[in-house]
């Protein structure tokens, strides 16, 4: 791939990255921010009588711009990365179109990005977390995170060797069984993390993992469709018809 069709999937990957992270905002800003005004109303209820925070940007202003431009900022750094890892795994994920292979890596990558480590050190909104023991908690998560990416590039790799004698069929389910045997012994492992207080309202939790993982979901697929097709389109350009083309009339 010459550097020139880089270029182009790079910028399209940003305007995809663009575009899904529009949509993604919507999600968060409708099914996210409510359930984090509760989840503050919960703290600020809970906190000592005389503790006062000065609140040096306003909760408005976080929920509209601040959220705004964190998203958006995030889905265009993001699709630029992206679209360099689609650059490396066209064509070495097997016969796959560039749009199926923009689909496949977005779903592997939102599996093995976020699902995971997700479903070991899920999200927690304000109020839920002890702030001594923030340091520790980033660490576990970026931990779980790098180990469930590097888990399924080598069952990739695995995969892709035992497909001439086990057959593609047999060789994607061996590679899946062994990511998800890897992934439970790091998920047995690795220490669990639980600071929920014992009166948090258990809907206003459940309500914000959902939503942060919508969230995610959004990004992705939003991001896998409009990059897919905007690739397919570049790399795969339709060819003109007679019955398209039409002749520029003679000048009288």
């Known amino acids: 791939m010459n550097s020139a069709t880089v270029r182009n999937l790079l910028v ?13 905002l919507i999600v968060a800003y409708f099914l996210g921010e409510p359930n984090v005004d509760k989840a503050i109303g919960f703290e600020a209820a809970h906190a000592p009588a005389h503790e006062h925070e000065v609140e040096l940007v306003s909760r408005s202003l976080q929920s509209t711009a601040g959220l705004a431009t964190g998203v958006l900022i995030y889905g265009v750094a993001f699709g630029g990365i992206a679209a360099l890892a689609y650059c ?3 064509g070495r994920l097997g016969r796959f179109t560039p749009r199926a292979t923009a689909l496949l ?4 990558a939102l ?4 699902v995971v480590p997700f479903l070991k050190y899920p999200a927690n909104p304000p ?29 990739t790799i695995l995969g892709k060797r035992l497909a001439p004698s086990l057959g593609t069929w047999y060789a994607t389910v061996a590679a899946v069984a062994a990511f998800a045997l890897a992934i439970g012994l790091a998920y047995a492992f690795l220490p669990v993390v639980n600071e929920v207080p014992g009166d948090f309202p258990a809907t206003v939790l459940w309500r914000f993992r959902v939503s942060a993982l919508a969230i995610q979901i959004t990004l992705w697929g939003t991001f896998g469709l409009v990059f897919g097709e905007l690739a397919e389109r570049l790399l795969h350009p339709k060819p003109v018809t007679a019955a398209t083309a039409r002749p520029v009339a003679a000048p009288h």
């Open 111 to 114: 599996l093995a990005v976020y």
């Open 88 to 90: 490396f795994a066209l």
């Open 12 to 24: 399209r990957g940003m305007l995809a990255g663009l575009g899904a992270g529009l949509l993604a």
């Open 105 to 108: 890596l977005s779903g592997c």
């Open 127 to 155: 109020a839920v977390g002890n702030g001594d023991t923030i340091g520790k908690r980033t660490t576990l998560y970026l931990l779980m995170m790098v180990l469930s990416v590097l888990l399924a590039v080598a069952a």
